[in-house]
């Protein structure tokens, strides 16, 4: 009896095999489907969230980890470049913040044609950048904004001066929906070198309406996550610390956060969807490099 092929190996053959080999042309296939394909576009747009960061050539952090964190929530990411810098899985040697009609006109292009539903920010490493980044935001209040104080990279190199982070408190706190740091770049917000969250809460609050403080850089069995709003209410997220050290996982919480609050979810409950998807790209997380792991953020339906 003659042996059917299968469909991988009908499709192989077919590949291969010469177009002028083929009885048919390539295009009547295109308009046998066009209106069918036309068809399956019809759907709603996902929702847009503005990122503005930096760049990570070793892909752990910076916009790689926003766009890869936002398409798992089902969002599209329009990523505009706030500074270039040259690091690795280990630490951050070098940084270059862009020009700012570089980083308007990139930002500017994106809100003049997507119907923006969120902005996250990221790194942003000078004065001049936090002032740019105002001035983009200026005639969109109306869009939430998780502010992500990117001041070190997880090796603990600097991506910004002191004074960045005193401009950030001052100037772009009291515009963001809410802000992320972790720990230490609660520390330096606060200029509370040796404070507890709850201490650094206390000093950011008049500055910000919402204030999430992560807990991961201790060593406690647990983590303590700790979401503070300015008229007193605190809550406090508990999950189990995962063994190594971790490049990206804040980018990755900020963005999953924009991401849930872009499709129209409450903030305590986006901020609880949020660390729960970052704890599971920390789990599957996989280390390429010789430094940190970097979180293997899959789309919502794997990280099961």
């Known amino acids: 009896m003659r042996r059917i092929p299968s469909s991988i190996e009908l499709g192989a053959a077919l590949y291969h095999r010469p177009a002028q080999q083929l009885h ?3 295009e009547p296939l295109f308009s046998l489907f066009s209106d069918k394909l036309f068809a399956m576009n019809t759907h709603n747009a996902r929702p847009v ?19 890869e964190a936002l398409i798992a ?50 790194m942003l490493g000078s004065i001049e950048m936090v002032e740019t980044v105002l001035d983009i935001l200026a005639d969109h209040p109306q ?29 772009l706190l009291p515009r963001a929906t809410i802000v992320t740091p972790n720990l230490p770049e609660a520390r330096i917000l606060a200029e509370l070198p040796e404070g507890t969250a709850d201490a650094c809460a206390d000093k950011l609050l ?27 209410h605190q809550e406090t997220f508990i999950c ?17 956060l924009a991401g849930r609050l872009a499709l129209g979810e409450a903030l305590p409950s986006a901020v609880r969807s949020a660390l729960d998807y970052t704890w599971r790209t920390l789990r599957d997380a996989e280390r390429p490099g010789r430094g940190q792991y970097i979180p293997r953020r899959l789309p919502l339906d794997f990280c099961s």
């Open 143 to 171: 869009l939430p904004l998780v502010c992500d104080p990117v001041l070190r990279a997880g090796g603990g190199g600097a991506l910004g001066k002191d004074e960045v982070g005193y401009a950030i408190r001052e100037r």
């Open 206 to 232: 008049p500055y910000c309406e919402h204030l999430l403080i992560t807990g991961g850089h201790g060593d406690e069995q647990e983590v303590h996550n700790r979401l503070y709003t300015r008229d007193g």
């Open 73 to 122: 929530q089902g969002c599209h990411a329009a990523p505009a470049v706030t500074a270039l810098t040259v690091q690795d899985t280990i630490n951050v040697s070098d940084f270059r913040v862009l020009d700012r009609a570089w980083v308007m006109a990139q930002a500017n292009a994106v809100l003049t044609d997507l119907p923006v539903a969120a902005v996250k920010l990221g």
């Open 24 to 26: 048919c042309r390539p």
């Open 240 to 256: 189990q610390r995962l063994p190594g050290s971790y490049h990206g996982s804040g980018c990755t919480l900020a963005s999953a």
């Open 49 to 67: 969230v503005l990122c503005l960061s930096g760049h990570d050539p070793s892909g752990g952090a910076g916009l790689q980890a926003d766009i």
